[in-house]
């Protein structure tokens, strides 16, 4: 047990050195004021996507990860249906995993306070409003019936336009696609 805690605490310092000598320092930082974000996943999120206005909107980035519902259509018909899972697996597990944490209700913990610490005021007021907004969400949904794994679901869905939001605010105008 002793090893694996020395190998993470090793794994963890690399990652910060490698951090610092990125230029999308400020993003991480800033997506860590979202619940359910810490250094981990905003530093995987970062090297998975790499510039994230490529994107030129926040529905175009949500298709990306295959979290959006698939649709048939047929006449005047629509009839939506699972997401379509077309895009990168790993962040679409990296935002079901954060989703989870809406459950609680919407609080300015001081734990959040302090991953927060060095986000831009933008990525606190983001944060924040979509705390509020996916925590009230999810609650809604489950009232209405709506079966846990699509509750948390359709908040991955919306928590990955807040991310699109806070990173392209946030992404340093020199950073080119890696």
Avoid at 90 to 102: F, N
Wanted: hydrophobic letters at 40%; proline letters at 3%; a positive charge.
């Amino acid at each position: 047990m002793v090893d694996l805690e020395r190998r993470r605490a090793a794994l963890e310092c690399d990652t910060e050195h490698e951090l610092q000598a990125r230029l999308w320092l400020p993003v991480v930082a800033s997506l860590r004021a979202l619940r359910g974000v810490d250094r981990l996943t905003a530093v995987t999120l970062m090297a998975e996507l790499g510039d994230l206005r490529r994107f030129p909107t926040a529905r175009q980035f949500m298709a990306y990860l295959g979290l959006t519902p698939s649709e048939h259509s047929s006449g005047g018909k629509r009839q939506t249906g699972a997401i379509t899972k077309t895009g990168n697996g790993v962040i679409r597990r990296l935002l079901t995993e954060s989703a989870w944490t809406y459950r609680h209700p919407a609080r300015e913990t001081y734990h959040l306070q302090r991953k927060a610490a060095d986000s831009s005021d933008y990525a606190k007021a983001r944060a924040w409003a979509a705390q509020k907004r996916l925590c009230r969400r999810y609650r809604t949904m489950l009232e209405q019936s709506k079966q846990v794994k699509t509750v948390v679901t359709a908040i991955a869905l919306e928590l990955a336009g807040y991310i699109w939001d806070i990173a392209c605010h946030e992404m340093p105008e020199a950073v080119t696609h890696d």
